[in-house]
């Protein structure tokens, strides 16, 4: 069997990766690294991942750095979870990665402009939200569009991918962003958070949460 | 059948990272070059191929791939031989890869345009985003020069694009007044990426199209 530890922080993208071990079913250990007191600098996680991020997966000792590649390694490893669509050739294979890295460097460090602007600069965050909030609304307006005719980002069928999607959108949300009049992602929200693998890694995660303020 | 491929690029953008891996795999190309002063990227046209308004994108056989990762790896996976990444033993080595290129696209190049183009960050002062960039910049190069220390290429002995990645991020940082000189094994790094033949035929292909692009607009 494989040994599975998850590196993560409840609330952030680890979120992501949280939900698709769940809909892969596997057993895993989750280990929360609290940002807030540093712990990504710690010697212990250093030695874990040198470049102090997370999510990271360990893999029967093994590290996945980066979301979108364990997303990707996942998939790989679980092809019955339904993680990503099958990709009849390497051009449908091509457009999924498209996909996955337009999220990781496009909509990520957007949201990280508006949701943690303290995170791009050492003055004034104020004008940075403001930038981010600019460069948010293009890319939840195109979501919105292309989600008018289809529940998922793929069609009939779920994909992790949703969940990547839902959780920049949200992570925007709590930056202040205003998803109001965007129906169709509304609508997508609501059958993200009725997705069951998606609630129990929220459960998962409240209780990383609880074992976090115990340790404090 | 060999691919009909058409690289939209721009002068000095991440696409030369792009040209240099078609030219790695030998494969012919046509070259647009996108003139984003001139907002060449919002034209109607462009935008159908490229809802984002971005460069690169690789035009295959007449359907489009944007991303420049999801076009790197596509090259590798249409031109093996050309090895642009290494060979993976597993899925789990394959997603080593995948991260590499993650962090590059997610961290690295975001931090990049911090130095290089703060303004793109802030409706304010671009000062503290040039400083935090910078900040940022500093911990990726101390931990990739440390790597660098221990092998020639990113990935090992055999250089991979994502050597050609990381120099990219170099150059344009130093485009933004970042002094390098503090990362011997970066320097060292940036200089074996400079001898690669392919890496200055795509510069010179690069350098010659804008040139006529910009004697068009005379």
Redesign the interface.
Known sequence: MTDITLYHLPGACSRVVMTALEQCGVDYADHPVNLMKGEQHSPEFRRVNPRGKIPVLLVDGELIGENAAIQWWLDKAYPEAGLLPKSANDWDAAQVLSDLFWISSGWHPSVRANMMPIRWTTGDPAPVRERGKELVKPLVQAFDARMADRPWWYGDDWSIIDVYFYWNYTTAEEGQYDLSGLDNLAAHRARVEAWPAFQRALARENAARERMANAA | MPHDLKLFAAYTACTRVTMTALEVTGAAYDLHMIDFHAGANRTPEYLALN??GKVPCLV?DG?P???????L??LH??YPEAKLFPAADS??D???H??V???L???W??SVR?IKVPF??????P???K???E?IYRGLLD?LDSELAERRWCFGDEWSIADTYYWWAYINSEFGGFDLSPWQNVARHRADNEALPQLQRALAKERAAHEAMEAAKQ
């Open positions: 809802p984002q295959i359907q791939l944007t991303e420049n990762l999801a076009i790896r596509w996976a249409a899925a789990l394959e997603a080593r995948l991260a290129l993650g962090s696209g997610s961290v190049h975001p911090a793109l960050w802030t409706k304010g002062d000062a503290g985003v400083a935090r960039g900040e931990q």
